[in-house]
């Protein structure tokens, strides 16, 4: 399983990534909340390990609850040494599917992970993503609108992907730079401005109304003009 793992103890994280890893599982950390929304909002991941009380703004219980708000429905097991059973019930009515407390054995983690992962999925995972009369297909590459192809270098394809993953919210530069090029620094050019240009232009030639908007002092946000 692909399994994303949101901790803020360095040896915790490090002890756990290690032993899923070994047990055959693709594992990404991040060590924050506000990091591990972003991740866990913008990527696809079968299962998220997270930690109740989290740095960064945004706490285990707010993470959760915003990912469902979102119907993003991908299993959470609440790794956390908040043991009280109130706690454990808050956890459980944010979400959460399960809920291991600290300290654990790692038999009893792996086992609890490995179970949830053979839960049915509620729905198949989206192959196509669709705004307006947009259509970005997942599996072919492609890219149409109103029926009529589009021809997308592979930046652009990833860049609207992320985009479109996000409809109706602003999409910053940083978070850009970080899903789109790998870059965990800002390199100080107008790289991204160029690359949104170059698409907005492909995307709106030849339709009346504009998709993608510019959000001043923020990023960028794709939108039918009607929801404005």
């Known amino acids: ?7 803020d103890d360095p040896e915790v994280a490090r002890f756990v990534r290690k032993g899923l890893t070994e047990a055959g599982h693709i594992v990404e950390h991040r060590d924050n ?11 696809p991941f079968d299962l998220l390990v997270l930690d109740r009380m989290l740095p960064g703004g945004v706490d285990g219980l707010r993470l959760v609850e915003t990912l469902r708000a979102q119907e993003n429905r991908t299993p959470v097991l609440f790794l956390t040494a908040l043991s009280a059973v109130d706690e454990r019930v808050r956890g459980l009515k944010a979400g959460g599917d399960d809920y291991l407390t600290k300290p654990f054995a790692f ?10 992962g053979r839960r049915p999925a509620s729905e198949a995972p989206a192959t196509r993503l669709r705004v307006a009369d947009l259509e970005l297909d997942l599996l ?4 149409t609108r109103g029926g009529k192809r589009i021809d997308v270098q592979p930046r652009e394809f990833r860049l609207l992907e992320h985009l479109m993953r996000h409809v109706g919210q602003v999409v910053t530069r ?4 970080e899903k789109v090029w790998d870059y965990h620094f800002d390199p100080q050019t107008n790289v991204i401005d160029v690359h949104v240009s170059r698409l907005r232009q492909k995307l709106d ?13 923020a ?5 039918a003009e009607d929801q404005a």
């Open 1 to 7: 399983m692909r399994i994303l793992l949101v901790e």
């Open 33 to 43: 909340g506000k990091d591990g929304l972003f991740a866990a909002a913008g990527e």
């Open 107 to 116: 038999a009893e983690l792996l086992a609890r992970v490995e179970a949830l």
């Open 140 to 143: 072919s590459r492609t890219v």
């Open 174 to 177: 940083t978070m850009l730079l």
């Open 205 to 217: 030639r030849g339709f009346d109304k504009p998709l993608i908007h510019t959000v001043r002092n």
């Open 219 to 223: 990023g960028y946000m794709i939108r």
